[in-house]
């Protein structure tokens, strides 16, 4: 079936009174920027629908990225025609020889914008009904529950049919609740954390800590990877690498082992609330689950967010494991975060880390070190880069290698 655009209907935004207008422009945006790729469409964001037009471009291919952005409830393949009733029964029937099955039921639903048209709703809901039941005795009409609704709106520019509604992903258009930076590792929880942030409207901009030699420039990728895979939710993500081997090897010099993890991590923090005044974000979220390593104890939270007044979210923090991986599988990270390559999280990591560190002994150990000038020289080598979906860092043969490890 040749389909001439996808028609999105919002979803939470119709709740959001004056600043609706707001809320459909960034979708309208956010929506462009997931479609780049597709040179041939183009994306009308008016008040009660969002219309893209697909100007010969494939719809499975463009629907499969919608089904992904967030702030859509729904959307539907349409079939705009001419404003002639002749054209509307044909194309009507042209839809129900692919669809018709004996015993189906169905039901029209037309919709008039354009008040000067020469057929109210009803009319067109029964020359159309007619129309179908003439050429199709194997169905039938009912009202409540059809099995097909045929859905026919008439404006000024065409008339439009669709028969189809295929979920979107809800939430709230990316920017629309703020800018964060999300503490990107290379495991499961991180990106689904970065998910749900995502789907209530944040701006995230990732961040990941890298430690070469010691972390490989595979590690590097797998987190560029990993941000190309939440991509298609807003259309690009900035990638902040962070050089972090001055830090750690510092800390693994003049920290005692036990208090290793917890001065590295309140140290990650350090860095991301200077980043975060600098890209103007307005919270820290992190992949954090609660009990489920040493650095994820209430006292490590509480020792590590000592360094910070910035709020530090953690969207999966009641979760459990398995819920978060059954996340991590539904949005295509899972088997990517679990390729064997080491993250600076992993690399020095003690055999017996402090599950409950006081925050006077980690002030105090902390109190040797050249905290200013580590910070600023790791600020200093800082590289950003603008990552969208379309984009890949692990070639096949990196990633053959990775399973075979």
Request: hydrophobic share 35%.
């Amino acid at each position: 079936m040749q389909y001439t655009e996808i028609m999105v209907r919002y979803g939470e935004l119709s709740t959001k009174g004056k600043n609706r207008r707001s809320f459909i422009d960034r979708l309208g945006t956010n929506t462009r920027n997931a479609l780049s790729g597709f040179k041939k469409l183009e994306v009308k964001a008016q008040r009660d629908r969002l219309h893209i037009r697909l100007n010969g471009e494939d719809y499975h291919q463009v629907a499969d990225r919608v089904g992904k952005i967030f702030g859509i409830q729904n959307f539907s393949p349409v079939i705009k025609v001419t404003r002639d009733v002749e054209e509307v029964k044909k194309t009507a029937i042209s839809i129900f020889n692919e669809i018709a099955q004996d015993g189906m039921t169905f039901k029209i639903n037309t919709r008039r914008s354009d008040h000067n048209f020469e057929y109210g709703t009803n009319q067109m809901n029964d020359i159309l009904g007619g129309t179908i039941l003439s050429n199709f005795p194997g169905v039938k009409v009912q009202m409540k529950h059809p099995d097909i609704v045929l859905r026919v709106e008439i404006r000024m520019n065409g008339i439009f049919l669709s028969y189809e509604m295929l979920p979107g992903a809800g939430g709230l258009p990316v920017g629309t609740a703020g800018k964060g930076l999300l503490m990107l590792s290379g495991g499961i929880d991180s990106p689904v954390a970065g998910y749900l942030a995502l789907k209530r409207g944040v701006d995230l901009e990732m961040v990941h800590f890298y430690s070469p030699p010691y972390t490989s420039e595979q590690a590097l990728n797998k987190a560029k990877e990993l941000t190309a895979k939440l991509a298609p939710y807003v259309g690009k993500i900035k990638f902040i690498q962070v050089p972090f081997t001055e830090i750690q090897e510092t800390v693994k010099r003049d920290v005692p082992a036990s208090y290793l993890m917890t001065i590295q991590r309140r140290f990650m923090l350090r860095l991301c609330e200077k980043i975060a005044e600098k890209r103007h974000a307005l919270a820290i979220f992190n992949g954090e689950s609660l009990g489920q390593v040493a650095s994820q104890t209430m006292e490590s939270m509480a020792a590590i967010n000592d360094v910070t007044s910035m709020p530090v979210l953690r969207p999966v923090v009641s979760m459990d494991k398995n819920d978060i991986i059954k996340l991590a599988e539904k949005i295509d990270t899972f088997e990517l975060s679990i390729k064997p390559y080491e993250d600076c999280c992993t690399v020095f990591a003690p055999t017996a880390p402090k599950t409950k560190p006081r925050i006077d002994r980690s002030r105090q150990y902390e109190e040797k070190l050249d905290i200013d000038g580590l910070i600023e020289r790791s600020l200093s080598g800082i590289k950003i880069t603008e990552i969208s979906s379309d984009d890949h860092y692990l070639n096949a043969q990196e990633e053959t290698f990775a399973e075979l490890l």
